[in-house]
Nanobody
Framework: QVQLVESGGELVQTGGSLRLSCAAS????????MGWFRQAPGKEREFVAA????????NYADFAKGRFTISRDNAKKMVFLEMSRLKPEDTAVYSC???????????????WGQGTQVTVSS
């Protein structure tokens, strides 16, 4: 059973930056696709970004392009989401997830973290 633990979420002002981290417990991490998703109150969970096992392929939701960067460190079994120029509409619980194959679909991710709250004040 893979465990994922996110950290780094906090209250930030509009235009600010945050770095989210996600630590994995299992060596499966090194061959897995990792994704970041978010869910705002009253809304469905949505895809933010994904990175394949060797960082050779990355994909971003349109709202994340140019502002968010996903990266990973396989030696530390961690994945990161650097977020800049944050907007109030970025407020959500951000979760990392692991998929054994490449995908940006929520349904493809078998393992999920509990999430970390990001709140952007206007």
């Amino acid at each position: 059973q893979v465990q994922l633990v996110e950290s780094g979420g906090e209250l930030v002002q509009t235009g600010g930056s945050l770095r989210l981290s996600c630590a994995a417990s299992d060596s499966t991490f090194s061959t897995a696709t990792m994704g970041w998703f978010r869910q705002a109150p009253g809304k469905e969970r949505e895809f933010v970004a994904a990175i394949n096992y060797n960082s050779g392929t990355r994909n971003y939701a349109d709202f994340a392009k140019g502002r968010f960067t996903i990266s990973r460190d396989n030696a530390k079994k961690m994945v990161f989401l650097e977020m800049s120029r944050l907007k109030p509409e970025d407020t959500a619980v951000y979760s990392c997830a692991l998929s054994t194959g490449w995908s940006t679909r929520t349904s493809a991710y078998k393992y999920w973290g509990q999430g970390t709250q990001v709140t952007v004040s206007s």
